[in-house]
């Protein structure tokens, strides 16, 4: 196969010069080149070449012109800068060994072959020569090209070794899986149940990241099934795992809600790129073996496990290394009220909309999908008459919105113009009296109006026995 056509590109033509000038060979490697032959959108662009690739870097940085900014790391002898919209790297070839209970490698200059053969799978080992004796040649030592048509992701060495050396690789063999709809050589996977423990010496960091490009493919239920059944999820998430089962008492079954929560995240895949809906998915029935009690009466319940659920998010994202932030409280907010749209479906009432919308806010549309993507029935009809109330219900949602402005609610009286208007200091009746307005609004007895807030908030007053300070307050 010929890349020659490709390779008519500036970036290119920029490196084959300054490694011509260097007197190096250099060759474009590994992720970019796979892409290539798929089809597949890249804005990283990987170069290898058998001498100094920070050298390397500064050559082709100073060839390109325009003031380009290289990054270097010494220690690692890797280099890198942004063109136009492209993340270029460079390194110079080299080999890698490891000791047994550590993932950092002892690292020495290397060969063309050297540097293939320490990459992960065959897919990735393949290099495109920015040569002059031959330019646009693709080099393919393990066959990468075949794996490639057959949609395969396979070791290039002994799976065993690899992994060994490298536990993380067990992750990135399942989220290449997933991203590119592959299946894992038997072989490969084998090795994967078999060394699945090893994990345990890569920083969670490192693996948080192979998952959450899991969950941001096209059907992350795939990725996580590869993961359950090689072992490798309880070694990380062990909460997840929990959720898997059925239990019987006589005849009664509840649902398996590790396949469940597979379910409702891929609907939720189907509709959103949005990552954190889609770990609010994950997490939305996390509680529910903490929660699960049987009763002869009702069968299988799991009474308060949305608010266990939320209360057990920020633990999770502390142990997993997730972001402590924005990010993860609205993931808690979208656990603590995914059921409460359910019951709105049965009788909607304008103060239960109000409601959802103070405690959604910004989140409505997100909770909305979540509950719909929560509809796993395979029951068509039943599936069909739950999404037609949740209709009804949104169809509520946007006319109490229009009348009352909840969504984004902001009192209409202050604290500060209630200490103003009674001569009160800061106070608990000061919140008091706000949290009155605000329920007199939600329940509908006044709108979501200055005017009806200050004459009820006279009221109240004057029940308290608060006097205004002037006679026009």
Known sequence: MDFT???????????????????????VVGGHVRDIVLGRPSKDIDFVCVGSGIALA???????????????????GTAQFRYEDLDIEFVGARKESYSRDSR???????????????????????????????????????????????KIIRTPQDPAVTFSDDPLRMMRAIRFAAQLNFDIEPDTYAA??????????????????????????????YGFKLLFHSGLLKQFFPELVALHGVEYVGNNAHKDNFFHTLQVLDNVAKVSDDLWLRWAAILHDIAKPATKRYDKDHGWTFHGHED??????????????????????????????????????????????RRLLFDAGDDIDALMTLCRADVTSKNPEKVNRFLRNFDLVEQKMAEVEQKDHIRNFQPPVSGDEIMAMFG??????????????KEAILDGRIAND?????????EIAEARGLKPQNAGA
């Open 5 to 27: 056509s490709y390779l008519d590109r500036e970036i290119f033509r920029a490196v084959a010069q300054a490694a011509e000038a260097s007197g190096v060979d250099a060759y």
């Open 308 to 353: 266990k659920g939320a209360r057990m998010v920020p633990g999770i994202f502390r142990r997993l290394k997730l972001p402590l932030n924005e990010n993860m409280t609205r993931v808690q907010k979208l656990v603590r009220l995914h059921l409460r749209p359910i019951p709105l479906a049965k009788e909607v009432t304008d103060s239960a909309i």
């Open 450 to 458: 200055r005017e009806q807030a200050l004459g009820l908030l006279r």
């Open 424 to 437: 009160i200091p800061p106070s608990r009746i000061v919140g008091e009296l706000k949290e009155e307005i």
């Open 192 to 221: 994967i149940v078999q060394q699945a423990s090893r994990l345990k010496i890569v920083s969670q960091e490192r693996i948080t990241d192979e998952l959450n490009k899991i969950i941001a493919s096209k059907v992350p239920s």
């Open 104 to 150: 950092k490698p002892v690292v020495e200059d290397g060969t063309l072959e050297d540097d293939l053969k320490r990459r992960d799978f065959t897919i990735n080992c393949m290099a495109i020569s920015l040569n002059r004796q031959n330019y646009g040649a693709l080099i393919d030592p393990y066959d990468g090209m075949t794996d490639l048509k057959k």
């Open 58 to 76: 500064k050559k082709t940085a100073a060839i390109l012109g325009s003031g380009i900014k290289v990054n270097f790391f010494s220690n690692f």
